[in-house]
Nanobody
Framework: QVQLVESGGGLVQPGGSLRLSCAAS????????MGWYRQAPGKEREFIAT???????NYADSVKGRFTISRDGAKNTLYLQMNSLKPEDTAVYYC????????WGQGTQVTVSS
């Protein structure tokens, strides 16, 4: 059974930073394409970033230069470092194992507000 548990969200002021973590189950983590998505109120789920098994990364234009995706294979953990946060970054953030396209965890809430 696949399991993805996101954590690290919270309330932060505009311009602040947060680091999200995703604990992933299974040895397949080491070989899988992983990513982050987010969903804001009233909007569809939005692609943020991916990282391949070899460490190659891709980012959505909305977060490029501000967010950094990384992975720690030894810990089976995916990370998203978020800097220069904006109110429009407010959303529930989800990690993704692309070997399980229909699976979503609970996500972690990020709120950017004064």
């Amino acid at each position: 059974q696949v399991q993805l548990v996101e954590s690290g969200g919270g309330l932060v002021q505009p311009g602040g930073s947060l680091r999200l973590s995703c604990a992933a189950s299974g040895s397949i983590f080491s070989f899988a394409l992983m990513g982050w998505y987010r969903q804001a109120p009233g909007k569809e789920r939005e692609f943020i970033a991916t990282i391949s098994s070899t460490g190659s990364t891709n980012y959505a234009d909305s977060v490029k230069g501000r967010f950094t995706i990384s992975r720690d294979g030894a810990k089976n953990t995916l990370y998203l470092q978020m800097n220069s946060l904006k109110p429009e970054d407010t959303a529930v953030y989800y990690c993704k194992n692309f070997n399980y396209p229909d699976y979503w965890g609970q996500g972690t809430q990020v709120t950017v507000s004064s």
